[in-house]
T-cell receptor
Framework: DSGVTQTPKHLITATGQRVTLRCSPRSGDLSVYWYQQSLDQGLQFLIQYYNGEERAKGNILERFSAQQFPDLHSELNLSSLELGDSALYFC????????????FGQGTRLTVV | GNSVTQMEGPVTLSEEAFLTINCTYTATGYPSLFWYVQYPGEGLQLLLKATKADDKGSNKGFEATYRKETTSFHLEKGSVQVSDSAVYFCALIRQGAQKLVFGQGTRLTINP
């Protein structure tokens, strides 16, 4: 158990809908990272938050957004969903702003039908 | 840019065989290198890491040495077990950077 908790584990939704994925980092970790794992793109970095502020941005679509709350949990919002958004979404956390060792959650499997 | 290339899978071996999964990287400066493992239905777990040239990371019988001259970080294990069946990801992070850059993953299956 990495200490990073993601909910829900599975999500099935229709095209055009909006979903929210939730992540609770390990106790004491201030950084949260979101990654997308798909068959064709592999593991892609989406975005990082550190202590409530956006720290780094990767290949995140405009239809996607994230935030980190004062209690340090994070949410990834995916809207206007398309079939191609079906993927495994991972959250990871680390102590500081620089990623020296990240611990990953078990992921949320999103299926868009 | 920064990138990681892993040997193509899937790899199938018999129990107690010797394992090598090749990983080479392209990066500016001196990145840290990692191997992550993903067991079926689970998230990524850090297997081992190395932060500077000639460092050897090791864990659970797996080893990898950071070779700057060949820009490689090959994963090895002397005697694999069925329980090692998983997908293995090589990854790097540039010094001071935030994002891990992953290879495409190598699926390993160990037969009894």
């Amino acid at each position: 158990d990495s200490g990073v908790t993601q909910t829900p584990k599975h999500l099935i939704t229709a095209t055009g809908q909006r979903v929210t994925l939730r992540c609770s980092p390990r106790s004491g970790d201030l950084s949260v990272y979101w990654y997308q794992q798909s068959l064709d793109q592999g593991l892609q970095f989406l975005i990082q938050y550190y202590n409530g502020e956006e720290r780094a941005k990767g290949n995140i679509l405009e239809r996607f957004s994230a935030q980190q709350f004062p209690d340090l949990h994070s949410e990834l919002n995916l809207s206007s969903l398309e079939l191609g958004d079906s993927a495994l979404y991972f959250c990871a956390s680390s102590r500081g702003p620089v990623n020296t060792e990240a611990f990953f959650g078990q992921g949320t499997r999103l299926t868009v039908v | 840019g920064n990138s990681v290339t892993q040997m193509e899978g899937p790899v199938t071996l018999s129990e107690e065989a010797f394992l090598t999964i090749n990983c080479t990287y392209t990066a500016t400066g001196y990145p840290s290198l990692f191997w992550y493992v993903q067991y079926p239905g689970e998230g990524l777990q850090l297997l081992l890491k190395a932060t500077k040239a000639d460092d050897k990371g090791s864990n659970k019988g797996f080893e990898a040495t950071y070779r700057k001259e060949t820009t490689s970080f090959h994963l090895e294990k002397g005697s694999v077990q069925v329980s090692d069946s998983a997908v293995y990801f090589c990854a790097l992070i540039r010094q001071g950077a935030q994002k891990l850059v992953f290879g495409q993953g190598t699926r390993l299956t160990i037969n009894p």
